[in-house]
């Protein structure tokens, strides 16, 4: 009976043991700081200039601990209305007619995300699927990781104290015919590339 209950004890103790360490690896959740995130995005036109756009309106949340990056997890919503070219009959030609994006039935761009692969301490390919105009299609960021820990605006601002954060920097490349964008290829060009900056407030 005593030998019993000491394997009773081991494997309690064991138990314990393996429960605290699923709670420690546990990842906080994130939300992307709307004032502080942006995606842009640009195209070669006529094979004489790189000209670029950029989505305001971008929202999301990521499960991320530090101690296990690799197991971070990513979703994210971005408002087409949002568009911004600098031009506006452009804006209006992308979100307004169904030449590019078709905003009526389909008014947000998403990704979410299905593997992290490190490729430094600092770095990672995150792979997910991108669905644009209700076609879903994989992608992969090459993403950096900036910044974690007190928001730095604590030491001047107390209104950040005990405000955890982070930071990213990400970009990849597109081909849009991939999606169905087919419009005015190859005159404006098949690839898009994609430059994300983000910074993000613990919940």
Do not use: C
């Amino acid at each position: 009976m005593k030998r019993w209950l000491n394997q009773l004890g081991v494997a309690a103790l064991a138990l314990a043991g393996v429960v605290a360490f699923a709670v420690s690896a546990q990842a906080d959740e994130y939300v992307l700081d709307r004032e502080h995130t942006g995606v842009s995005f640009s195209w070669d036109h006529l094979g004489m200039s790189r000209q670029s756009g950029r989505f305001s309106e971008v929202t999301g949340r990521v499960f991320f601990n530090p101690a296990r990056p690799e197991d971070a997890r990513v979703k994210v919503r971005i408002g087409l209305s949002s568009i911004s070219t600098g031009v506006p009959a452009l804006d209006r030609h992308l979100t307004q007619t169904q030449d590019f994006f078709d905003v009526a039935r389909y008014p947000e761009v998403t990704f979410v995300s299905t593997d992290v692969s490190l490729t430094t301490s600092r770095t990672a390919n995150v792979t997910g699927d991108l669905t644009i105009n209700g076609q879903t299609h994989p992608a992969t960021l090459s993403v950096v990781w900036n910044y974690d820990g007190e928001h730095p605006l604590a030491k001047v601002n107390p209104t950040y104290s005990g405000v955890y954060a982070l930071g990213f920097s990400a970009r990849t490349n597109i081909l849009r015919s991939k999606w169905g964008i087919t419009r005015t290829i190859p005159l404006v060009s098949d690839e898009i590339r994609i430059v994300i900056e983000t910074e993000m407030l613990r919940r």
